[in-house]
């Protein structure tokens, strides 16, 4: 333990001293991922898969606040689906600046959200969302997770109907913006993901703000039974086909990283709290104080002595 203690330190140190180049090139390997996997899992307009332009653009990103990384990624996939159907770029460009309106006017700081979310779930990782959200952002990032589970089902949903999309140009328009959305929207595994999550975020930001002991491994714990509580009465009710083992290796991956997560972020000792009581002319107030676990890094230096050797 008190080698991870020590390491954490150093990670921090670390980035104290190097954040001006680690920011643009934890930026650029963000941007860069999210590119990648629109190229692959749409791929569309064939111009956008060119590595020059996926580097130029994840540079473009490095440099600049997350906010264009998602904007540029919303083009890029719209881009994309307009190479494969007008009708479903039009509806998803329609959906995207309506979420642009609404929220980003009031939560700008969090929009990067709507982009990792649908990264996790490609990299089969999604459930760290609500947990780690609810651990640090509260209830706020309930939207931007949201919209990002919508903006993943909906490029599964044009990847795994390409060929539809794409020849039914003698159907009538109407007729198929109406499919499009009846598809997007009565999509079961979406609602399903989009409900879990959102529960799982509210119990774990609950949870967490308790002056209990062990409050974020308790909202952490939680947070995933309530994951797995909905997905399966779901899964049921519902008749979808979820694979089991999937399940259970995505989340115990996640669950993982939430907890790395949970260390990095608030490390603390218990065994030292303290409680402080006190008052003024209006209150009594009573304090719960526990301190973190800081420790500080060794500084080992070795001299070597030769020994002199007599003549």
């Known amino acids: 333990m008190m080698g991870l203690l020590v390491f ?33 899992n749409l791929g569309y307009m064939t111009r956008l898969n060119h590595p020059l332009a996926v580097i130029a653009l994840s540079l473009v990103c490095a440099f600049l606040p997350l906010g264009v990384l998602t904007f540029l990624s919303a083009a890029v996939m719209l881009l994309h689906l307009y190479g494969l159907s007008l009708e479903l770029a039009v509806t998803s460009g329609i959906l995207v600046l309506i979420v642009a ?24 990782v999604p459930y760290v969302v609500p947990l780690v959200l609810g651990l640090s952002w509260g209830l706020s990032a309930i939207i931007p997770m949201t919209v990002g589970v919508f903006i993943y089902h909906l490029i599964v949903y044009a990847n795994q109907n390409a060929g539809v999309l794409a020849g039914s140009n003698t159907v009538d328009i109407v007729q198929k913006y109406t499919q499009i959305l009846n598809s997007l929207f009565t999509n079961s595994t979406m609602i399903l993901m989009a409900l879990a999550f959102a529960l799982a975020l509210l119990v774990v930001f609950l949870l967490r703000n308790l002056a209990i002991d062990y409050a974020w491994t308790i909202a952490t714990g939680a947070g995933t039974v309530v994951l797995l509580a909905v997905i399966f009465i779901g899964n049921s009710g519902a008749g979808m086909n979820l694979s089991i083992v999937s399940l259970a290796l995505e989340m115990l991956f996640s669950v993982i990283l939430a907890f790395i997560y949970q260390f990095f972020a608030f490390a603390v000792d218990y065994s030292r709290t303290e409680y402080l009581q006190f008052e003024d002319d209006d209150y009594y107030y009573y304090v719960k104080a526990v301190p973190k676990i800081a420790v500080s890094a060794p500084d080992v230096k070795v001299q070597r002595i030769n020994r002199r050797e007599d003549s």
Not at 12 to 40: C, D, E
Request: zero cysteines.
């Open 8 to 40: 954490k330190e150093r990670l921090r140190a670390f980035y104290g001293r190097h954040s001006m180049w680690i920011q643009p090139l934890l930026k650029f390997a963000l941007s860069l991922t999210v590119f990648l996997l629109l190229n692959t």
């Open 101 to 124: 309106i609404l929220y980003g006017g009031f939560q700008p700081g969090n929009s990067y959200l709507m982009v990792l979310t649908p990264v996790l779930f490609f990299l089969r």
